[in-house]
């Protein structure tokens, strides 16, 4: 029998050439939210579709299906250690799952992607939901098609299992549904104290002007606390600006973009910090590891309990606005003047129910991400359909959150991922903030001092630890088993209610 070692070199290096031609096809579609001039989009819609031909193409050669089978009936298989294996696995995944993929249909859907997107940037420009509906119904049903067949090859109860485990393998709606429901219940538990308590912030200074340019300074500054390199000769990342906030790249390359607005700092403040978090995440996966599918991050939760980690539990605490708050005041001049750390620290936690998702305060956010699952669901398994998405959204919002929803705009388009495709993502959200939550009680105990270096301006040990415990084992188990392997427990929602309750209970004074 052929000998292991040539095999499994071969098979690595193939993988190799994929991960190269995604990471090109990643910066293409940030270069279409970013600097693409508008008339290029029907080209770039071409681009992409023949990008996602070839990468389809790579996946399901014939070649890798005869290396895995070598490498895997070899006798000497078991002297594989860990990695390997976990990077033969996820490579059989990934071609067992490609190769029942239609090539028409992936090439479609890339297309349609790039269409859709654009059609919903005018729609909800133009508070056009007719507009983007015929588009979105095409998506939506080539994700079905995709559903259909990957629900057999995963071996998942559902169309909607078959997606969700795209962003967080092994996850399950079923699961999602129980862990959002106790979610759901301590949530509002807490909304309704802090709506009831006597005690309320004055959150009118943050409408005050911060003109554009001073707040691309403040967002440099936020990157250099966070180590997230953008302006040396050596730097590894960027900061653009887009409508919708989002973060692309790989490695030595990981881009970031927000959203600027006069009267409203706050928002790309805490959007560079979300996306920072990100970011970081993809920087600090092992070097050695780079091109092998081990070498990518753990799943979209994991992902996102990293920016929210970021975002909140670092820069919506105390600690770090009794550091930052004279450098705000130096950026913005009088602007702050005699606005206090307690008087800041309250209104940026303020909560309140909102109707849109990305400046939500961390309490009703869970709320939001658990009307879009939902919604998704009953898409999924057609109790839903595209036409009826506006009067399904608006309902659920009055209901979970007890806001009118008034256009389409700040309802059902706010969001680009289900413009992109992307069913199943919005779950992987909340799952996040449950993980930061579980995280933040395990560093407690190995960080004990952490909160008194933020104060200091000092995020590095904090990055560092997250470096180590989170970062460091990339894609090399599931989900379910890395918050186990990190916090010795398996995912548990009490942690980030308990700390929600702990924080807010100290800002209302309930």
């Not at 070839?54 to 002297?79: C, F, N, Q, W």
């Not at 239609?102 to 940037?121: M, N, S």
């Amino acid at each position: 029998m052929e000998k292991l070692h040539p095999s499994h070199q071969k098979l690595m290096e193939k993988a190799k050439s994929i991960t190269i031609l995604l990471s090109a096809t990643s910066i293409l579609h940030w270069d279409m939210e970013t600097k693409m001039p508008p008339k290029g989009i029907k080209q770039r819609s071409e681009q992409l579709a023949m990008l996602s031909k070839i990468a389809h193409r790579m996946i399901t050669d014939p070649e890798i299906g005869s290396l895995l089978k070598t490498v895997e009936r070899h006798r000497d298989y078991e002297t594989l250690d860990a990695t390997q294996r976990r990077n033969v696995y996820l490579i059989r995944k990934a071609y067992d799952e490609q190769t029942k993929l239609p090539e028409e249909l992936v090439v479609e859907t890339a297309r349609q992607q790039a269409i859709t997107v654009d059609i919903w940037k005018k729609a909800k420009a133009a508070k056009d939901f007719p507009l983007f509906k015929p588009e979105l119904e095409k998506l939506l049903n080539l994700r079905k098609k995709a559903a259909e067949i990957l629900m057999k090859v995963k071996q998942t109860a559902t169309t909607y299992d078959a997606l969700i485990d795209i962003y967080e393998p092994k996850m399950t709606a079923k699961t999602i549904t129980s862990i959002f429901s106790e979610l759901r219940e301590g949530l509002v538990s807490v909304i309704h104290k802090c709506q009831t308590a006597p005690k309320q912030p004055d959150t009118s200074f943050l409408q005050r002007k911060v003109p554009i340019d001073v707040q691309r300074r403040i967002s440099d500054s936020l990157a250099k606390f966070l180590e997230y390199d953008v302006e040396s000769k050596k730097a590894g990342g960027r900061i653009d600006e887009t409508e919708h906030p989002f973060t692309t790249g790989y490695y030595d390359d990981v881009r970031i973009t927000t959203h600027y607005y006069e009267e409203k700092f706050a928002s790309s403040l805490f959007s560079i910090l979300h996306e920072a978090g990100h970011a970081i995440y993809d920087q600090n996966l092992k070097a050695e590891w780079i091109y092998q599918p081990v070498g990518e991050s753990c799943s979209l939760g994991f992902h996102e309990s990293q920016s929210r980690f970021v975002e909140n539990i670092v820069g919506r605490s105390r600690e770090f606005w009794a550091y930052y708050l004279p450098k705000l005041k130096k950026f913005t001049g009088k602007t702050f003047a005699g606005v206090d750390v307690d008087t800041l620290v309250f209104a940026i936690n303020q909560v309140k129910p909102s109707k849109i998702r990305i400046e939500a305060d961390e309490v009703t956010y869970g709320l939001h991400i658990i009307i879009r699952f939902e919604i998704e669901r009953d898409l999924m398994a057609d109790k839903v359909t595209v036409a009826e998405l506006p009067q399904v959204w608006n309902q659920k919002y009055e209901k979970y959150l007890g806001v009118d929803i008034e256009n389409d705009s700040e309802g059902v388009m706010q969001d680009t991922h289900w413009a992109s495709g992307y069913y199943g993502y919005f779950p992987t959200y909340a799952l996040g903030n449950i993980y930061s939550g579980q995280l933040l009680s395990k560093m407690r105990g190995d960080l004990p001092d952490w909160t008194d270096q933020i104060t200091k301006g000092n995020f590095h040990n904090v990055k560092q630890w997250l470096s180590k415990n989170v970062h460091s084992y990339g894609n090399l188990y599931d989900p379910a088993d890395l918050i186990k392997k990190i916090t010795g427990e398996p995912i548990n929602g009490k942690h980030f209610l308990n700390y929600l309750n702990k924080k807010y209970s100290k800002l209302y004074g309930f």
